[in-house]
């Protein structure tokens, strides 16, 4: 059995917008046998371009039920059912959060109508619902409301169904991880209530005691993906154990990686058996050479007694890494490891390299682009927070970096103006510093991220 869903909502991101409307029709496998659909109070204003978009205004909505009042509904319509959907991730991952708000945990097979059709029809152009179906010829009188694209999904279903010849759409469903072998000590409910969200979890023993430390911006998907490895000795031992998972939230990713490395030094769970920072095992290293220039190179951290100037995971990215730099602080290419010649660097014949590879530059100018360099790396400002997501639409994480240091992490509402430090680290929770958790802060700070960095 299916239940075909669609709905609207007030924005794209279920952790800040709501549901406006659902539509559900279940399907038997070969026809609809239930029709369900109702609007929803999303309990916030509909912006004016989603209310141009779907037709759903805030008058519409006014009388509306709140969705824990169709909550019951929705429950008894999907259970035993698979939910179908085109785009499934962003229907159900709605439908999720709204039951995770009311504290009940929401889990159902899933069926993503796009990718099947990829799959069964591909050859198209366009896998959006309306796109393919005006490519099909499939009619929808009710474009954007929950109803007309549900129908409109049963009737993409149909034809998929038809055309499913060597049973494609049963093997989809057999791979959803909720239905997978769990191991023989672990309760389903823990299963259950495991969110997909951005957070640390962990695998405790019978004795509860924990033995893996993990983090994901899925929490969900991740650990389940630990009962799908292959049984090595070391996955089927880990299997055998787990009796019970926990997790913690943290809203950013930034705080999740923090947070595990510090929970993984304090537990230290046997099968955590190095800091996952240590992936990042070659490093970018500064020397000085005969004609005193500065130079860069890459190699294994452990062939080498200094501290890197940066980790990385491979000479690859360091390479890339060191690519960007020499175009933004003009350095020499030779200089910075990247060609192995003997004369002039490639940007020397193009005007672009001010002759450092042929100790044309004078080594103090060229030394102090390096140094600008370096100390970007090591912190470009001393002094600074980071605001991230938080663990609810309510709330900022902010980590703090004082003096070059980090001092730790904590949680502010997003309606509080925080102006001076001192009001930023009142929600700051001490944590050690160490050289993982600064390699992890300096890849944040290099790499693109989302996060507002204010420094002082």
């Not at 539509?23 to 916030?44: C, M, Q, R, W």
């Not at 100018?365 to 600008?372: A, G």
Request: aromatic letters at 10%; hydrophobic letters at 35%.
């Amino acid at each position: 059995m299916f239940a075909v869903i669609d709905i609207e909502t007030t924005g794209g991101n279920a952790r800040f917008e709501k549901i406006t409307e659902i539509a559900i029709f279940i399907h038997d496998g070969e026809k609809v046998v239930k029709e369900y659909s109702t609007l929803i109070n999303p309990e916030k204003n509909i912006p004016p371009f989603i209310s141009r978009l779907t037709g759903i205004s805030d008058e519409m909505v006014a009388d509306a039920p709140r969705f824990y009042e169709v909550a019951k509904d929705i429950v008894e319509l999907t259970d035993g059912k698979t939910i179908v959907a085109h785009n499934a991730q962003f229907d159900y991952g709605f439908i999720r959060e709204e039951f995770r708000s009311l504290g009940f945990s929401f889990n159902r097979s899933t069926l993503c109508t796009v990718k099947l059709a990829r799959k069964l029809i591909p050859g198209h152009r366009s896998y959006s619902l309306g796109n393919i179906c005006s490519q099909l010829g499939i009619s929808n009188d009710a474009r954007h409301r929950a109803s007309g694209d549900a129908l409109a999904t049963v009737k993409l279903f149909d034809l998929l169904l038809s055309k499913d010849q060597q049973g494609i759409i049963n093997k989809s469903i057999n791979n959803d991880p909720s239905l997978m072998k769990l191991p023989p000590n672990l309760n389903r409910d823990d299963v259950n209530r495991l969110p997909e969200e951005t957070g640390v979890y962990y695998f405790h023993n019978e004795k509860g005691n924990i033995i893996y430390i993990g983090k994901s911006k899925n929490i969900r998907k991740r650990a389940l993906s630990h009962f799908a490895e292959k049984d090595n000795p070391k996955s089927l031992s880990l299997k055998m154990e787990i009796c019970s998972i926990t997790y913690e939230l943290t809203g950013s990713e930034l705080v999740a990686l923090l947070f595990e490395s510090d929970e993984i030094k304090k537990h230290k769970p046997r099968y955590n058996r190095m800091q996952r920072e240590s992936y990042y095992q070659w490093g970018i290293f500064k020397k000085v050479n005969e004609d005193g220039y500065f130079t860069l190179k890459t190699a294994r951290i452990k062939t080498h007694d200094e501290e890197p100037l940066i980790t990385v995971r491979n000479a690859e990215e360091a390479a890339e890494i060191l690519d960007a730099q020499v175009e933004k602080y003009n350095l020499c290419q030779k200089l910075c490891g990247l060609y192995d010649i003997k004369y002039a660097c490639f940007r020397y014949g193009v005007k672009q390299c001010n002759g450092a590879c042929i100790c044309k530059e004078d080594p103090a100018e060229y030394n102090k682009r390096v140094i600008q360099l370096i100390r970007k790396w090591r912190y470009e400002n001393q002094d600074f927070f980071i605001l991230g997501e938080g663990r609810n639409r309510n709330e900022h994480s902010v980590v703090a970096v004082e003096k070059g240091r980090y001092i730790g992490f904590g949680y502010m509402d997003t309606e509080f103006a925080a102006e001076t430090p001192d009001q930023f680290k009142f929600f700051i929770k001490t944590y050690a510093d160490n050289r993982d958790v600064q390699r992890i802060i300096q890849r944040y700070l290099h790499q693109s991220h989302t996060g507002k960095i204010i420094t002082y």
